[in-house]
């Protein structure tokens, strides 16, 4: 019996996260690294055994290794390299992943329960722990904080008190169903059916994904234990699917092949839905509980994962005092588009599995021909052609005007990804490339000055120092010339030369630019040539308080 009594927990927090899946335990890692306080509930005893999702993508593995995890997932993990689409027993059409723009593989195939592990340990190693068998009953947002009540696993009830309150708590999540929020999509037709399962005489290579088209559509992946996912529709009564079913469907497609062992297997129905919002008040949602998709594409926890990444540094700031409350409208507004883009993409996957005649795998044969094609299709399916240009705290100036994202034919624009480039040459150390400088919960600002005589130096680093003096840990600021190697007297801001003309390419430097790069890794204002007052006026104006 419950106690219907309430204890308050005196351990006050920033922010409570409602969740601790991959999407919660990013999030509470991105905010620790920004120095707020976080605590993470979670109404489980412990990690999930099972695992629903089990692909991270190439912008995913960009946003853990600016956390500092990317290593470790790497490790565990395994390269997918090759996607092929098999029609009426035909390979109709191939995509090799390689040649991507980023220096991480387009998608890695690690369980999820993986992924939870590794960003639990980071977690605990920046000091917090999650805190389990905690279901959420409810809460009050009364404008200066959220109270929490919890039941425990002792029958006690709980409350925590904190100033911002995140549900990560999936797709049936209690955060936003208390809030009342639609969610408004559709659901798909039918169960469907994971399997992993160890797998004798299917000699397909590991880094190889196969899709099999048609009504009896299956979808078979590597996985790093030796095992093989298969997903498919599961036709038959019971609540799991039975090794005897993951046979007969495995036989249908692969003749000759035989399941040894089953390791993990679940079903469920699927689902295309959006919150009608992502933030009400001191109350937000990430990941499942405000979006959720068909696993086909592989985007889901992906995109949830990144959700956590646009909101850690920019919740981060506001507790800190270095934002305004309203920095956090940009939230909503750029992850409703990016997820919205994920929905579609995992729907045309869902419903193109299920597509297998003449007419379609000849458009599919003629549309994956080219390299080229192949390259943008992983590019879009992994996430790195996402970006922000429309949202509201991106800026450009050029030549003291204001610049849209068509004032830069070269490099990237306000609301672009950055992607890597190098090697850079600090004045001590070892080379560095654009991402080990990027890395970490700060800001960035950049200014690429070319064969920067003496006197353009001292001006440049003299803005890079003062922005650093204003903003202080928020901000690290790098002056990059072209050279063989940085002038000793590097000054208060560092120098750093750019030997290949890599970074200058990269960032289409064609003149003097100033950048101005966010932590989650996209574009927050860039002005050619460096405009200090400009560069001000979007501090203070835009995010960033004096």
């Given at each position: 019996?419950?106690d219907?009594?309430?204890?308050?927990?005196?351990?006050?927090?920033?922010?409570?996260?409602?969740?601790?899946?991959?999407?919660?335990?990013?999030?509470?890692l991105?905010?620790?690294?920004?120095?707020?306080?976080?605590r993470?509930?979670?109404?489980?005893?412990?990690?999930?055994?099972?695992?629903?999702?089990s692909?991270?993508?190439?912008?995913?593995?960009?946003?853990l290794?600016?956390?500092?995890?990317?290593?470790?997932?790497?490790?565990?993990?395994?390269?997918?390299?090759?996607?092929?689409?098999?029609?009426?027993?035909?390979?109709?059409?191939?995509?090799?992943?390689?040649g991507?723009?980023?220096?991480f593989?387009?998608?890695?195939?690690?369980?999820?329960?993986?992924?939870?592990?590794?960003?639990?340990?980071h977690?605990?190693?920046?000091?917090?722990?999650?805190?389990?068998?905690?279901?959420?009953?409810?809460?009050?947002?009364?404008?200066?904080?959220?109270?929490?009540?919890?039941?425990?696993?002792?029958?006690?009830?709980?409350a925590?008190?904190?100033?911002?309150?995140?549900?990560?708590?999936?797709?049936?999540?209690?955060?936003?169903?208390?809030?009342?929020?639609?969610?408004?999509?559709?659901?798909?037709?039918?169960?469907?059916?994971?399997?992993?399962?160890r797998i004798?005489?299917?000699?397909?290579?590991?880094?190889?994904?196969?899709?099999?088209?048609?009504?009896d559509?299956?979808?078979?992946?590597?996985?790093?234990?030796?095992?093989?996912?298969?997903?498919?529709?599961?036709?038959?009564?019971?609540?799991?699917?039975r090794?005897?079913?993951?046979?007969?469907?495995?036989?249908?497609?692969?003749?000759?092949?035989?399941?040894?062992?089953?390791?993990?297997?679940?079903?469920?129905?699927?689902?295309?839905?959006?919150?009608?919002?992502?933030?009400?008040?001191?109350?937000?949602?990430?990941?499942?509980?405000?979006?959720?998709?068909?696993?086909s594409?592989?985007?889901?926890?992906?995109?949830g994962?990144?959700?956590?990444?646009?909101l850690?540094?920019?919740l981060?700031?506001?507790?800190?005092?270095?934002?305004?409350?309203?920095?956090?409208?940009?939230?909503?507004?750029?992850?409703?588009?990016?997820?919205?883009?994920?929905?579609?993409?995992?729907?045309?996957?869902?419903?193109?599995?299920?597509?297998?005649?003449a007419?379609?795998?000849r458009?599919?044969?003629?549309?994956?021909?080219?390299?080229?094609?192949?390259?943008?299709?992983?590019?879009?399916g992994?996430?790195?052609?996402?970006?922000?240009?429309?949202?509201?705290?991106?800026?450009?100036?050029?030549?003291?005007?204001?610049?849209?994202a068509?004032?830069?034919?070269?490099?990237?624009?306000?609301?672009?990804?950055?992607?890597?480039?190098?090697?850079?040459?600090?004045?001590?150390?070892?080379?560095?490339?654009?991402?080990?400088?990027?890395?970490?919960p700060?800001?960035?600002?950049?200014?690429?000055?070319?064969?920067?005589?003496?006197?353009?130096?001292?001006?440049?680093?003299?803005?890079?120092?003062?922005?650093?003096?204003?903003?202080?840990?928020?901000?690290?600021?790098?002056?990059?010339?072209?050279?063989?190697?940085?002038?000793?007297?590097?000054?208060?801001?560092?120098?750093?030369?750019?030997?290949?003309?890599?970074?200058?390419?990269?960032?289409?430097?064609?003149?003097?630019?100033?950048?101005?790069?966010r932590?989650?890794?996209?574009?927050?204002?860039?002005?050619e040539?460096?405009?200090?007052?400009?560069l001000?006026a979007?501090?203070?104006?835009v995010f960033?308080?004096?």
């Open positions: 019996m419950r219907a009594r309430v204890r308050p927990d005196t351990d006050e927090t920033d922010v409570l996260i409602v969740g601790a899946g991959p999407v919660g335990l990013t999030l509470a991105g905010l620790a690294r920004q120095g707020a306080r976080c993470i509930v979670d109404r489980d005893a412990g990690p999930s055994p099972t695992s629903r999702a692909e991270l993508h190439a912008r995913t593995l960009e946003v290794d600016a956390m500092g995890a990317a290593e470790d997932v790497l490790a565990a993990g395994l390269v997918l390299r090759v996607i092929t689409f098999i029609s009426r027993g035909r390979c109709v059409a191939r995509i090799s992943t390689a991507i723009d980023s220096s593989p387009a998608r890695l195939a690690i369980p999820q329960s993986d992924t939870e592990r590794i960003l639990e340990s977690l605990a190693q920046a000091g917090v722990t999650v805190e389990r068998e905690r279901e959420l009953l409810d809460f009050v947002d009364d404008s200066a904080g959220v109270t929490a009540t919890f039941h425990d696993a002792r029958g006690e009830r709980t925590i008190r904190a100033g911002w309150l995140v549900g990560c708590d999936g797709v049936h999540s209690a955060v936003r169903q208390h809030l009342g929020l639609a969610f408004d999509g559709e659901d798909y037709p039918g169960v469907w059916a994971i399997v992993d399962a004798d005489g299917w000699a397909c290579p590991p880094g190889e994904v196969f899709v099999f088209l048609g009504r559509t299956m979808w078979s992946g590597a996985l790093p234990n030796g095992c093989r996912r298969l997903y498919f529709r599961h036709d038959a009564n019971t609540a799991l699917p090794a005897e079913e993951a046979q007969a469907v495995l036989e249908r497609h692969a003749p000759g092949a035989r399941i040894r062992e089953v390791v993990n297997r679940g079903a469920f129905r699927i689902h295309r839905r959006m919150a009608s919002r992502f933030r009400v008040g001191r109350v937000l949602l990430a990941g499942d509980a405000g979006h959720v998709c068909s696993p594409a592989g985007v889901g926890m992906n995109a994962m990144q959700d956590s990444a646009n850690a540094w920019k981060g700031l506001v507790v800190a005092g270095r934002a305004p409350e309203s920095l956090l409208e940009s939230y909503e507004v750029e992850r409703k588009a990016a997820d919205g883009v994920a929905l579609s993409l995992s729907h045309e996957a869902q419903t193109d599995m299920l597509v297998s005649d007419v379609h795998d458009a599919l044969a003629v549309h994956l021909a080219k390299s080229t094609a192949q390259m943008l299709a992983t590019e879009a992994v996430e790195l052609q996402i970006h922000y240009r429309e949202s509201s705290i991106v800026a450009g100036v050029r030549d003291g005007m204001r610049a849209g068509e004032a830069w034919p070269a490099g990237p624009a306000p609301g672009d990804r950055i992607a890597d480039a190098g090697p850079l040459v600090p004045v001590a150390g070892q080379q560095r490339s654009l991402r080990d400088v990027l890395r970490g700060h800001h960035t600002l950049l200014v690429l000055a070319g064969e920067a005589d003496d006197e353009s130096r001292r001006r440049y680093t003299g803005l890079i120092t003062r922005t650093m003096d204003r903003l202080g840990a928020t901000v690290r600021g790098y002056l990059v010339i072209i050279a063989d190697g940085p002038p000793a007297e590097a000054g208060a801001a560092a120098i750093m030369a750019d030997p290949t003309l890599s970074v200058h390419g990269r960032l289409g430097a064609a003149a003097d630019t100033m950048y101005l790069v932590p989650d890794g996209y574009l927050a204002f860039r002005s040539p460096p405009d200090p007052v400009a001000d979007y501090l203070g104006q960033l308080k004096p």
